[in-house]
């Protein structure tokens, strides 16, 4: 089960996609940086202080005007299997997001029927859309780095 609400309070920065780059701009700075494989990602930054993030709260919600998308899937993750190139649905498990009992503050994985539940479809499906937004952000950071932008 996932918690509705409760999101990682210590981190500094995130990844963002190139369709919410217009919004991003309006409440936060957006930088470049170079992962250990020397690709270029873009980010944008909620804090310069190490596990302090300025907007969210001790209750772990979101004080700013605009939610990341990264922060809509949280804690879920798409990843592909290498071998298979088979896409697979993941979460972090070292968050307190997630529950193996029944809560009434949690969302549950499946319904009664054993099916995904309608709001863990809602994130594959935003998982999947960001699927194809990474390829698009990583053709636009390609063309800065191709005319020496970055």
Known sequence: MVR?????IGLMD???YLSEIK??????????TKD???EFSIKCLFSL????NVFINKKGNFTALYLPVYFRCF?????????????LLCFRTNTEL??????????????????LSDTLKDIMQILN????EKDKTRNAINLLIEHGLI
């Open 14 to 16: 995130n990844p963002i």
């Open 4 to 8: 509705a609400c409760s999101l990682p």
């Open 129 to 132: 859309i960001l699927e194809n």
């Open 49 to 52: 202080i190490n596990d302090h």
């Open 75 to 87: 804690p879920f993750v798409i990843a592909t299997n290498e071998k298979t190139n088979e896409k």
């Open 98 to 115: 997630l529950k193996k009992a029944r809560d009434k503050k949690y969302i549950p994985f499946f319904d009664k029927n054993g099916q």
């Open 23 to 32: 919004e991003i701009a309006l409440y936060f700075p957006i930088f470049f």
């Open 36 to 38: 250990n494989n020397e």
